[in-house]
């Protein structure tokens, strides 16, 4: 088995070194001519002093948090925290390193062809990808390998199980605070230059005369790379942590224990290769296709990844299994059901994909609808992109239900673990695709501002429309594995009750709980289930709130430099673009602190106001179904925003390009439909890179908090 | 007993009969000047026509499932359909009835004193509301009198149960059809009415050159009276039956039974009456608050509903009662612990009002924080907005779960029921102040139609934005009842599940079922939560669609009149409004079909697909879940759409009526922040007069064909 383990270690190390080989590489290529490079230091130094007080920040909330689980539940479990926080910054560290390294060369590879541009771009986004998948991998594989081989503790220690799933919280929580950060400052710094750019002083996106210019490219670096690079990382670190949680809880007594545990990683290990394989494959064709060749790259990892899959879990699941032995969930499978449940996740996200793909891509019907009532005006436009989004949730759903039917007929609830698991391990390619949109859109700004011939911005935009529909095809990947990620960690959350209630030790707190029902008879899982299903929607308004806020903050300043220095108008004096960087960094921190507590702090509030009221077991309960709750509005609530605001942004981009309507008419840049667009636009940015994606973590971290609030009062 | 029955029957006439009354009084007044009459007797001429051919198409499915009903169940089965289907209807007409007449007198009252238009106004709603009370309670109290003292049925005999929840199908099915024809119909005049007069040709709200004029206010009568007063009937009836067949099960071996039964319908016959009386106390003090003189009478109803339940409940309830015996839900109380049940629904039907007002008032900081927002423009606008209809779900849906808990620990399940019973019991009252709404807006337009000199149409809109606000406190009113009354719902599945597990007849559907547990760990029950999940967004979408698509109709036939015949424009011709009306009732009938059939058809085919996959049990579980899914989401849907659109609305009116911005700068009408809070209100149109409200009897009537399904089922 070791060797197994240390292989998939060597796995992550490849993904490490493929980003080190490609960062070269990519350092080698043409930063461009001086104005761009200016331009390109000024987005970096602004990036990197937001990311370091970002960060600063969360690490206070950090140390109170690591201090609490070191002597609530122990050392193991504070080492683990750490080692999930500090991984998790560094993924979203990396993510913006190389993007704002990255994107002044796209700039300036667009500028000699498509095809050169695309492979930069590509490649920043491959580099960032792999980078989050190998830094999870080693994470998870090296701190359970420490844990079972060094300190050798037994797989299924509680120990170990309590690290891991630490190691999950510590991923969970950085992640939060940098997703909501960095939305909040791409999205204030984006919604705020616009009003006041576009909208007053009448002048285009990207003007360097804007003072928000900067901020708006360092957003897209600390909100769409290194915010997603965290979120992702957390994803893959949480759903191997979950589904190893399981293994040990259902196969605790099987010889074969070591081998299951392993699987997950295994999976992961497997197809950080695939996915390095899968980059080499994305290539323009001679259709010229920018989707076609990353998705061919997608295709490739995919197939691959199926066939390795076909040979590696025989080898790990040697004979049948069977869990929840005794009780109405039984369930016996062999190494065949959890292969068919692997392809059952691949095919999930290849589904979720096409979903995502026809309600934002420009040439559906959803973003042809919207781009048709933005002709009668900014109401109509908006009233039809909230249909849209309401309606994109529909789809994604019935997918997400199918595949819990199936994978559990197939292997029982390890079966949907199964399935997840391999939704993920897809995460290294699907980041890629994801770090590409930032990348472009920040190429597009420097060519810009930089100004450099129109037909580089024609090449740019070009990749960035694309990038708009892969960034709303990840978080339809993200939001759909986390959901079913958050059901893994409700399997665990039931599981591990039951764990704690049949070994308690007379006295303890589980001592005599007996069986937890979370039937939905008892008026108290009601409550839990409303519960839960308000947090999403709280959340989301206060995170629409936050970026209001932020964005006013940016108004004001920009007036006030146009004011205060006319110079700035005719050109002759460059505005203080680091006031607005400045104005926006601390906005930003200041807001997401509240938010991201609230899913920390309700299921152990909730668990002891109804402690206190009805006794343990329906308090138990009461969070369980609230676990629940949060996921069954957050991933309606996350799918809707995330798509229903790619809609909006490629309606406009529909428009932009010339948009010939139901009546004959044609509407181009700066038409009333335009305008109306850009209204839409506007409204989808935070929904779609602000609130949406940030329900994301908030739904797995109410459920690991509950996880480790089993653990606090096992000790008690 | 049958004294009581008798009496709480007497209360309905009496509803009744101070609707005739009321109606006469309110016809002596003066319609007003020829051209007043004449306008009012366009848009009479088209609320009838419409709600005609509505009520003809909705016949047509109604004779279906009648037919159905009659051989799937029964007899009494489908003549509970016919009384509640027909009732339903006819409160609806009798509300639109009332409204177009008393529009045009109160437009006449509104040019002699505020306090005149406000008297008739309210006294018009009263009316509905009353009828709406008074039929629902002659309704479901004579039909269950008909079946226990004419056909000599016991109170809880399967054929009383099936045919009182037959009645609550018959007015659900009624009313979401209402609903959503007349919402669709409302706001695809108002927002098509709006964008091609307003936006367009530069006219302003109710002008008469406008083809859609008439429209708009026939849209009013259908949508926001009759299809809100079928509505009310149905939570009113629904919620009754409900409680009355939790009683039926619960008790159906205790000696007290009749007057359990009885319980239910002599509180709302009980506060019938103090609704009565509270509508005299709705009176303009010195004060000259409009919503203080409402609120007074609200306040007057419900002190005097709390001292009559005070000596009604001892008097029926007249030794303790046990629910749930033998169960970890068992609870055994008293008659003073359903009194408390029944003040626990008065408090939580006041917070609710509070809350809700908070949010959609013109003084608290959600409205002004988004007219503070139109000042940047259409885009913060709607973000606000968004953000705050998604930050108004969060304290109702805690006010809900205290309620829950609160009435669960006083009297179990049976509780909540009579909470909730007590909180409809209002609705005569609550209706009412609904009903006012539409009215002072028809009254509006009329003056400017008319050319009434401005005060009047000064009063009217001081009574029009009073009017925004109660529409939105009485939505919130009604979203907060249906989420309790169909929790109610769902617990009776639960038992009557039960019952017809035990007591099969060997061979039967349900012989050899066993118990079905609704646990969450079980994946047939997260399948249920999900699908139920997206069944609200899905309808959201469908049904915001539908508007855009009716109001798309509407912006093309005024355009072609404009453009067919210039006279229009000039004042020198007339515009065809018949032809506006015809275009939306055709748009209307044929939108509203397929989404009113989704929650019809939902449940149905979910059972037969997971019975076919995992057996009886699961399906049975899976749609349990699949009513609580509807419930959770549907609650935060609609409360977010109704609170959300209300803020739009008056952010609009405030800046209408001058807003001093942040900054110190005033906006008006016509300013650029205007237009910004034109385009909110625009999209908050559909959100809370469609979409939102439609979700209301969505939820219940998936929940009441879930009950009808086990009565079919328990036949086979």
Redesign the interface.
């Known amino acids: 088995m070791s060797f197994t383990l240390e292989l998939v270690i060597a796995a992550g190390v490849l993904a490490v070194l493929y980003g080190i080989v490609q960062t070269a590489a990519l350092l080698r290529e043409s930063p461009g001519n001086a104005k761009m490079q200016e331009i390109a230091a000024a987005i970096q130094e602004g990036a990197q002093a937001y990311l370091k007080r970002q960060y600063t920040a969360i690490a206070i909330v950090g140390v109170v948090v690591l201090i609490a689980l070191y002597f609530l539940i122990g050392g193991y479990s504070a080492a683990g925290f750490l080692i999930g926080a500090v991984l998790s910054g560094a993924a979203g560290f990396a993510g913006m390193l190389i993007s704002v390294r990255a994107n002044v060369r796209t700039a300036q590879a667009a500028s000699e062809s498509l095809a050169k541009g695309l492979k930069l771009a590509f490649t920043s986004g491959a580099i960032t990808g792999l980078l989050v998948a190998g830094f999870a991998l080693i994470g998870v594989a090296g701190y359970y390998g420490y844990l079972t081989q060094v300190q050798g503790l037994a797989p299924a220690d509680r120990h170990v199980i309590d690290g891991l799933v630490s190691l999950g919280f510590g991923a969970s929580l950085i992640s939060i605070f940098a997703r909501l950060g960095g939305g909040i400052f791409t999205k204030g710094a984006d919604?705020g230059g616009?009003?006041v750019g576009k909208?007053e002083a009448g002048i285009p996106e990207d003007d360097p005369r804007n003072a928000a210019t900067i901020a708006d490219n360092v957003g897209d670096n600390v909100g769409d790379c290194a915010g997603m690079a965290a979120d992702l990382f957390e994803t893959y670190a949480v759903t191997t942590v979950a589904t190893m949680v399981l293994a040990a809880i259902f196969f605790g007594g099987s010889a074969l224990l070591p081998s299951i545990m392993l699987l997950p990683l295994a999976i992961c290990g497997v197809c950080i290769i695939t996915s390095i394989i899968g980059t080499f494959a994305v290539r323009l064709g001679k259709s010229g296709s920018i989707m076609g060749a990353l998705y061919q790259g997608l295709i490739v990892t995919g197939v691959l990844s199926a066939i390795a899959l076909w040979f590696l879990i025989p080898a790990l699941v040697t004979e049948p299994l069977t869990v929840n032995a005794g009780t109405?969930?039984e369930k016996t499978f062999d190494s065949m059901s959890l292969f068919y449940c692997s392809m059952a996740g691949l095919v999930i996200t290849a589904l979720i994909v096409m979903i995502t793909e026809y309600y934002t891509g420009t040439n559906f019907r959803p973003v042809k609808?919207v781009a048709q009532?933005s002709v009668?005006?900014?109401?109509?436009n908006?009233?039809?992109g909230?249909?849209?989004?309401?309606?994109?949730?529909?789809a994604p759903?019935?997918v997400?239900?199918v595949g819990?039917?199936v994978t559990?007929?197939l292997a029982g609830?390890f079966g949907?673990a199964i399935a997840t698991t391999a939704m993920l391990s897809l995460a290294g390619f699907v980041v890629a695709l994801d770090a590409f949109g930032p990348v472009t859109d920040n190429a597009g700004g420097i060519a810009e501002m930089a100004g450099l011939p129109p037909e580089v911005r024609v090449t740019t935009d070009a990749l960035d429309a694309v990038g708009n529909t892969t960034k709303a095809v990840t978080k339809g990947y993200a939001i759909g594995s986390a959901g079913l990620g958050a059901?893994v960690l409700?399997?665990a959350y039931?599981e591990d009750l039951k764990y704690f209630a049949a070994n308690a030790t007379p006295g303890s707190f589980f001592d005599g709980l007996g069986a937890v029902?979370?039937?939905?008879?008892?008026?108290?899982?009601?409550?839990g289930?409303?519960?839960g299903?308000?947090l999403p929607?709280?959340f989301?308004?206060?995170s629409?709130?936050a970026?209001?806020r932020a964005?006013?903050s940016v108004?004001v300043e920009v007036r006030r430099q146009f004011r205060e220095n006319p110079g700035i108008m005719t050109g002759e004096v460059k505005p203080e673009y680091g006031r607005a960087v400045d104005i926006l960094t601390k906005a930003a921190i200041r807001e997401m602190i509240v938010p991201s507590l609230l899913p920390v702090a309700s299921p152990i509030v909730l668990f002891f106001v109804i402690n206190a009221?009805?006794g343990k077991v329906d308090a138990f309960a009461c969070v369980?179904?609230m676990l629940?709750?949060v996921i069954?509005?957050g991933?309606?609530v996350a799918i809707?925003m995330t798509s229903g605001g790619g809609a909006w942004d490629n309606a406009k981009k529909v428009i932009e390009e010339g948009f010939t309507d139901s009546d004959g008419v044609l509407h181009g840049k700066g038409s009333e439909a335009h305008k109306a667009a850009?209204?839409g636009?506007?409204?989808g940015d935070?929904?779609k890179d602000t609130s949406g994606p940030a329900v994301n973590p908030m739904i797995k971290i109410t459920n690991i908090v509950a996880l480790l609030l089993l653990a606090v009062l096992a000790q008690q």
């Open positions: 919604v616009d009003m909208v109405p969930l609808s009532a009668s005006g900014h109401g109509t908006v009233i039809q909230l249909a849209m989004s309401l309606e994109a949730t529909a759903a019935l997400i239900i819990i039917i559990y007929n609830l949907i059901l409700f399997a039931t029902a979370f039937d939905l008879s008892n008026p108290y899982v009601v409550v289930l409303l519960f299903g308000l929607f709280l989301g308004g206060m629409m709130t970026v209001g964005a006013q108004v009221i009805a369980g179904a629940m709750g069954v509005t991933l309606f809707s850009v209204t636009d506007t409204v935070p929904y």
